[in-house]
């Protein structure tokens, strides 16, 4: 996750050109990453006399990157993507590889532009042992718009798990035997622990591949004719799911048993991505030619 891709030195690297103008002020990635890093620090330095601020050079730094760079001194044009995935047949079952692959590679722009059908959002499948050279050294793009969409590297631990669909996604029976069902637990006992259908058993929260969609949580669900693909027409599946956290209140009972107690808050968001205000980024490829460019929703 966010770290170095397994890439041949002779395939072209991504590149996507932004259309709309800068969300916030611009910064970059070697920018982002000592931010992170100050941040880190602090948070982990024992504080002493209600001292809360970072000061000298580190405040000084924190200045100079939350001011950015004036759009009018970067260059234009194309701009290369950065990594956002590399995932193994190997590591993950049930990877849905066409045939001759073995592995999946997604990169993205870091731009407020990667919802819809673009180049902001690209995937790569290929077969891990044809890459004999590796490209040692990829480039990055001279600036970028949101660092939120810039994924601290993190090393993935797949775990295969059982979940049900969305509210959205259920038949009108379906609905109703899940009503009778949360009367039921309400009734058996002021003392019962009640599960929530949404937050405990539907959907996994987290960074997901594959799996039932997620959950429509600020807008309507996606109409049919949004749910296909940009470049054929044809019809799409959700392949992979990017959120901001792991879990949150309403979903802790997915916390990982090596996480519910003792750790801080940033143990369930490792990844340090945030889509929109907190949404999620589904991300549907395009069921009869994966190679096509993905669809991706706001949920």
């Not at 701009?79 to 049930?94: E, F, H, K, S, W």
């Not at 259920?170 to 069902?181: H, N, V």
């Not at 929530?196 to 039932?212: M, R, T, V």
């Not at 980024?281 to 096509?292: A, F």
């Amino acid at each position: 996750m966010g770290g170095p891709l397994l890439w041949p030195t002779g395939e072209p690297w991504p590149e996507y050109e932004p259309k709309q103008a800068p969300y916030g002020p611009l910064t970059t990635l070697a920018d982002v990453h000592t931010l992170r890093g100050i941040v880190e620090q602090e948070r982990s330095r024992p504080r002493t006399g209600g001292e809360i601020l970072p000061t000298g050079w580190q405040a000084e730094v924190i200045d100079r990157i939350r001011n950015g760079y004036a759009p009018e001194l970067l260059p234009e044009g194309p701009l290369p993507l950065i990594p956002l995935v590399q995932l193994y047949a190997r590591d993950v079952p049930g990877l849905p590889c066409p045939e001759g692959t073995d592995m999946l590679q997604a990169l993205w722009s870091p731009f407020d532009e990667i919802e819809g059908c673009s180049g902001a959002v690209q995937l790569r499948w290929r077969l891990s042992s044809d890459v004999r050279e590796v490209l040692a050294e990829p480039p990055e793009p001279a600036y970028i718009d949101m660092s939120d969409l810039v994924p601290a590297p993190c090393v993935l631990h797949p775990e295969q798990v059982r979940e049900f669909p969305p509210l959205h996604l259920l038949t009108e029976e379906q609905t109703k035997r899940l009503d009778a069902w949360t009367n039921w637990t309400k009734e058996r006992s002021p003392d019962y622990e009640q599960l929530d259908y949404e937050g405990d058993l539907s959907i996994a929260p987290g960074w997901k591949l594959g799996g039932w969609p997620a959950h429509f949580t600020y807008r309507y669900p996606a109409s049919s004719g949004e749910l296909q693909c940009g470049e054929c027409g044809g019809p799409v599946e959700a392949l992979l799911t990017v959120a901001g956290s792991e879990w949150d209140g309403r979903s802790r009972s997915w916390c990982p048993v090596e996480d519910v107690d003792g750790h801080p808050y940033h143990s369930r968001t490792p990844t340090v991505v945030t889509v929109g205000r907190g949404f999620t980024l589904q991300i549907y490829i395009c069921v009869g030619t994966p190679s096509h460019l993905p669809r991706t929703i706001m949920q």
